[in-house]
């Protein structure tokens, strides 16, 4: 517990970090800025100084973007935000900041060891002269008084949705209609930025709908916020499908989007001369032409999806498709079903497809780790994600920016204890599941799911049930490669063969850029480079090192073009900082961007 006389000591220690800070910065003077950091300090900024998503590392670094931003972001006010006491632990004090620049007001997360900054966090939340309007900026809904002609909501509505993309222009366009693309929608909504998304699917949340029927989300409640509209108190700690379809549903209608389904994008060219898309676009079977100035794919983190190509596959007689298409198991009862994967999506199916009657085998090809879903949410989540920590004051705004205030070079050392912690107490259950032959790992690191999830996007399972399967022998499992397909079975590389009715190819998905490829053309895709992954140079995420997610919520090196997509804490999280990024550039802010991300890697 902190007593008395250490939180005044953590305050006076944050004030006297602050004041020379801040001073540093009003004097012009970079140096004597990085100088009240850590030899081993981190600056993490969002949009703030850099309008870009950058990690500095070491002093070097924060001065050399100091020299660079500071005439232009005249940082000032530094002070501790309201409410929100200093503490210390452990010899680390942390606090809440506040701060402002040139063109807005800013939120961060403070770390000071032995009066030195470790660990600083700067986010731009407000753009000053911008501001969402809300509390006491909220509209008055009713014009009172007597007016000749007056509309009605519903006839400006109205006239918004027919015109829009007819008479008059989006400014963004969003292809992709998912949990992502409509958050940002309405943070750009409440910026008053005209936006448009287009899905082809026919209604908002049929991304969920088309799944198999068992989907539910992986994440608890808390975790899964959507921007402004939070899930009521007694929502289900985890989402089923069918649910959330439901919900993003109605988000889309009370968030008053500009929503087009049955649109489907056809192709897309920027002119850099009017700095404006033309995207060729089929709605409802008629064609329609879009010029938005600002274009952002959110078409899902995970890209398209990644059909192996065995040969015997134009021979299988029975089903086979990949996992994205998997209609459910009803069609399979009694049927020989083989799922090619053992990460989410494997796990889901081949548990459906048992409690369904089939007769179910999982071929594993590579190493797999795998955490049991109430083992995470106590251990892993429950600190920032949970009951328990809404009622210690952690809201979920504040949970995300703790979770970002802690640098990617060293979330790993975070995250290692928490999963040798896991793999002691379900130690029976690991136990069982190498005995079974089930081929489990830890991460590169030890690390676990998280640094997986962020490193890759892949090779990871929370269980919800369907790994007792496998380690009861209840689901077939066998480890090796597939050489190929015949009339009715699935061969692999040492020869077994496995008779089939049903080939599941839970193989994953491809890099985000692939949409880009499609849609624009391979060279601007190949311009923009990999999405996705951090350059931790371990399985799956080549180095070299780049600190942030690779092209995701930030400026690319296609002028105009914007990625947003990952789960919904993501989604929700960085729509406010790409949202902000997107409102500047309509009215004119300047936005120069620092570090713009070297493209090593073409996805």
Request: glycine share 10%; aromatic share 10%; with cysteine.
């Amino acid at each position: 517990m902190t007593t008395t006389t250490q939180q005044t000591e953590a305050a006076t220690a944050v004030t006297t970090w602050l004041g020379e800070f801040g001073a540093a910065l009003a004097a012009n003077d970079p140096a004597g800025a990085a100088a009240l950091f850590t030899e081993d300090c981190f600056w993490r900024d969002l949009i703030s100084f850099t309008w870009n998503f950058r990690t500095f590392e070491g002093r070097a670094e924060i001065t050399a973007m100091l020299e660079a931003t500071l005439p232009r972001v005249q940082p000032a006010g530094w002070t501790v935000t309201d409410g929100e006491e200093p503490a210390e632990t452990d010899g680390i004090t942390e606090a809440w900041i506040d701060f402002e620049t040139s063109a807005g007001r800013g939120h961060g997360h403070l770390r000071l060891r032995g009066g030195q900054c470790w660990t600083l966090l700067t986010t731009l939340y407000e753009l000053k002269g911008y501001e969402e309007p809300k509390g006491p900026r909220r509209p008055m809904g009713a014009e009172h008084g007597a007016h000749r002609d007056r509309t009605t909501w519903l006839e400006d509505r109205e006239y918004e949705r027919r015109e829009l993309g007819v008479t008059e222009q989006p400014y963004v366009l969003i292809v992709g209609g998912g949990q992502a693309g409509i958050g940002l929608a309405a943070r750009l909504r409440q910026l008053s930025v005209p936006t448009i998304v287009i899905d082809k699917r026919a209604r908002p949340g049929d991304q969920w709908r088309s799944r198999y029927k068992s989907l539910s989300l992986h994440d608890p409640v808390w975790y899964d916020h959507m921007p402004y509209l939070k899930f009521p108190d007694n929502w289900p700690v985890f989402s089923p499908k069918d649910k959330i379809a439901d919900w993003l549903e109605s988000y889309t209608r009370v968030m008053e989007l500009n929503y087009w389904p049955s649109t489907e994008a056809k192709s897309a060219s920027y002119n850099e001369a009017s700095q404006e898309w033309t995207v060729n676009v089929e709605r409802d079977g008629e064609a329609v032409v879009l010029r938005p100035k600002q274009l952002v794919l959110a078409t899902g983190m995970s890209g398209q999806p990644n059909i192996p190509s065995f040969p015997g596959m134009d021979r299988f007689r029975g089903d086979q498709h990949h996992s994205s298409a998997h209609p459910g198991p009803d069609a399979y009862r009694g049927k020989r079903c083989v799922v090619i994967g053992s990460n989410n999506s494997a796990f889901d199916i081949c548990g459906a497809l048992w409690e369904s009657g089939a007769d179910v085998t999982m071929v594993q090809r590579s190493s797999t780790h795998i955490v049991r879903s109430a083992t995470l949410m106590d251990i892993g989540l429950s600190a920032l994600y949970s009951e328990r920590a809404v009622a210690s004051g952690i809201t979920t705004e504040k949970a995300d920016l703790i979770f970002a205030s802690i640098p990617y070079r060293i979330m790993h050392l975070f995250q290692i204890p928490l999963y040798d912690q896991m793999r002691e107490r379900d130690k029976d259950f690991y136990d069982r599941l190498e005995k079974a032959g089930f081929d489990h790992d830890w991460g590169d690191d030890g690390s676990g799911l998280f640094m997986k999830y962020l490193r890759r996007g892949s090779g990871y399972y929370i269980d919800v049930g369907a790994a007792d399967l496998v380690a009861d022998g209840d689901v077939k499992l066998v480890r090796g490669q597939v050489d190929h397909l015949t009339q009715d079975a699935v061969v692999l590389a040492d020869g077994t063969e496995l008779p089939a009715d049903l080939v599941v190819y839970a193989t994953g998905y491809t890099s985000m850029n692939g949409w880009a490829a499609d849609l624009i053309s391979t060279e601007v895709a190949d311009k923009v480079g990999k999405c996705w992954g951090l350059g931790s140079d371990t399985t799956k995420d080549p180095g070299p090192w780049e600190g942030e997610q690779r092209n995701m919520w930030k400026p690319t090196q296609q002028e105009a073009l914007w990625f947003t997509g990952g789960n919904l804490h993501q989604s929700r999280h960085y729509s406010l900082f790409l949202g902000l990024q997107l409102k500047a550039r309509q009215v004119g802010i300047p936005t120069p961007v620092y570090g713009l991300q070297e493209v090593h890697h073409l996805g």
